[in-house]
C-alpha cells in the first residue's frame, strides 16, 4: 500500500512538472522570445553524456575483468572445445563493435553539441558511407553465424554407434533419470500410465522395460559417447550440464536429444579444481514455476571399468516396485520373472 503511494507520488510530481515545462515554453513564444539560445544546459549534458560514458567504460571493464573466472569454467567435454572457441571469437569480435561504437556515441553528443559558432553542414546522404557501414557489418555476422551453423551442426550430428543411452525426464520439480538396463533398450512409455509411483510411465506390455532401472544420480562413463535422451512431462525445462557445455530444452510431448563424450572423470576434476568435493551437476536453466531453483542433480563421470561396475549392479525399476508386475501381461510374466528375480504374479494367485 506504501510503495503504491509513492509511485503515485512519484507520477503526480513528474505531471507537475511537465505542466511547468510547458507553460514555460508557451510564455517564451507569447513573449517572443522562443527562439534558440546557447543556455548552460547545453553544455551540461554534453559533460554529462561524456561522464556516463566514462563511468560506463571503467564498470564495463572492471566488471569484465573481476568476473572473467564465471566465463572460464573448465571444460570436460569434446566439443566442449569447440563452443568455447565461439564463444570467445563472437565475445572478442562483438565486445570490440561495442566499445567503439558507445565511445562515438558518447562523444558526438559531447563535441558536436549546440553552440552559436557552429552552423550545421547539410548533410543529405554518402554512398561510399553507407555501402562500408552495410557490408562490413553483414560480411562479419555472415562468418560468425556461418561458423556458428558450422559448429552447431556437427554438435547436433547423429550420436555414434554403441553411444550410452540416458533417458532425462523434467519435471516439477526434479530430474529422473533412466537406463536401459541389460538389454541396453529403453522401454516403452505411455503418458497415461503415469501414476505417484511410476513417474515415467512406463509400459509393462514393453519386456524392454521389465530391467530399466531409475538411480539417483546420473552416472556416465569417461571417454565414451553418451546419448542424452530428453523429455518433460508437464512445463519446459532445460538441462543444462555447464561442465560439458551442454545445453538442451526439455519440452513436453516433444522429446530432444543431445550426445556429447565426456572427457574427465569426477576424480580426474576433483583434482583440477583442488576442490576434494566438487561433483558434476545437472541443473534446469528454465525459469519453470517455485520448485526452479531445487532442480539439481548429481553427475559422476567413471572411468569405465568403474561404470561398467555400477551399471551391473543397479536394481531394476520393476523389481523395487513388484506391485507393477500385476501389470505385465500373462504371456510376459515369465521373462519378467527372469529380468527382476520376482515372482510372477499368476503364481501367487
Ligand atoms: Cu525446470
Not at 98 to 115: H, S
Not at 156 to 171: L, R
Request: aromatic share 14%.
Amino acid at each position: 500500500m506504501f510503495q503504491v503511494a509513492i509511485g503515485i507520488g512519484v507520477v503526480l510530481v513528474l505531471v507537475i512538472l511537465l505542466m511547468l515545462f510547458r507553460v514555460q515554453s508557451l510564455l517564451n513564444v507569447a513573449k517572443g522570445s522562443d527562439k534558440k539560445i546557447e543556455s548552460t544546459s547545453n553544455r551540461v549534458n554534453g559533460l554529462l553524456f561524456l561522464l556516463f560514458m566514462i563511468a560506463g567504460l571503467i564498470a564495463f571493464f572492471w566488471y569484465s575483468i573481476a568476473e572473467v573466472d564465471n566465463y572460464k569454467l573448465p571444460n570436460a567435454s569434446d566439443h566442449g572445445i569447440l563452443t568455447d572457441q565461439m564463444f570467445w571469437i563472437t565475445t572478442v569480435i562483438t565486445g570490440i563493435v561495442f566499445v567503439l561504437g558507445n565511445i562515438a556515441l558518447f562523444w558526438f553528443a559531447f563535441r558536436y553539441q549546440y553552440k552559436e559558432a557552429n552552423k550545421a553542414t547539410f548533410y543529405p546522404d554518402n554512398h561510399k558511407l553507407e555501402i562500408i557501414w552495410t557490408v562490413i557489418p553483414a560480411i562479419v555476422l555472415t562468418l560468425l553465424v556461418g561458423y556458428g551453423l558450422k559448429v552447431w551442426t556437427q554438435i547436433t550430428d547423429d550420436p555414434p554407434q554403441g553411444a550410452e543411452v540416458v533417458e532425462i525426464m523434467g519435471y516439477q520439480f526434479a530430474w529422473k533419470v533412466r537406463y536401459p538396463g541389460k538389454d541396453g533398450l529403453l522401454g516403452a512409455y505411455d503418458y497415461q500410465k503415469i501414476d505417484a509411483i511410476n513417474e515415467f510411465g512406463m509400459d509393462f506390455s514393453d519386456k524392454a522395460n521389465f530391467d530399466d532401472f531409475v538411480p539417483r544420480e546420473i552416472h556416465v562413463p569417461k571417454g565414451q559417447p553418451v546419448l542424452l535422451k530428453i523429455r518433460a512431462r508437464d512445463v519446459l525445462h532445460s538441462v543444462y550440464l555447464p561442465h560439458f557445455r551442454v545445453k538442451m530444452d526439455a519440452v513436453p510431448g516433444m522429446p530432444t536429444r543431445f550426445w556429447f563424450v565426456p572427457t574427465k572423470s569426477t576424480a580426474e576434476m576433483r583434482e583440477e579444481t583442488g576442490n576434494p568435493d566438487f561433483n558434476y551437476e545437472l541443473a534446469c536453466t528454465e525459469i519453470c514455476g517455485r520448485g526452479h531453483f531445487s532442480m539439481r542433480m548429481v553427475l559422476v563421470v567413471d572411468e569405465p571399468a568403474d561404470y561398467k561396475a555400477w551399471y551391473a549392479i543397479q536394481e531394476p525399476w520393476l523389481t523395487q516396485n513388484p506391485s507393477y508386475m500385476a501389470q505385465v501381461p500373462a504371456n510376459l510374466q515369465e521373462v519378467a520373472s527372469i529380468a527382476t528375480g520376482l515372482e510372477t504374479v499368476i503364481d501367487n494367485n
